[in-house]
């Protein structure tokens, strides 16, 4: 059964870096990450081919994040490095045959982030 289980979330002084991870059974051909804050509309932040190996990011975290991948162990990191305020949400990463949200059909449960200014 395809699943995907984040973790490396947590808390974090604003400046700080934390790195996530998405590990996934299955076989998908893009995973991406998302995120929700409290209030706030669900917003893609970056996703991966797994098969090419590109990867994007949002505007709004160019420079800041980068979306990588370890396919022998089936898992695609998001790394966050000067995280702001702005950043703290619900991570979640998703997995489909596209890198579009219609196409992600398989979704994680979420890990925290929390960043203190």
């Known amino acids: 059964q395809a699943q995907l289980k984040e973790t490396g979330g947590g808390a974090v002084q604003a400046g700080g870096s934390l790195r996530l991870s998405c590990e996934y059974t299955?076989?998908?051909?893009?995973i991406a990450w998302y995120r929700q804050a409290p209030g706030k509309a669900r917003e893609g932040v970056g996703s991966?081919?797994?098969?090419?190996?590109?990867?994007n990011v949002i505007d709004s975290v160019r420079g800041r994040f980068t979306v990588s991948q370890d396919n022998a162990a089936n898992t695609v990191y998001l790394q966050m490095n000067s995280l702001m305020s702005d950043d703290t949400a619900t991570y979640f990463c998703?997995?489909?045959?596209?890198?579009?949200?219609?196409?992600?059909?398989?979704w994680g449960q979420g890990t925290q982030v929390t960043v203190s200014s």
């Open positions: 998703a997995a489909g045959e596209l890198c579009t949200t219609r196409y992600l059909t398989v």
């Open positions: 299955g076989s998908f051909k893009c």
């Open positions: 991966i081919y797994t098969g090419s190996g590109h990867s």
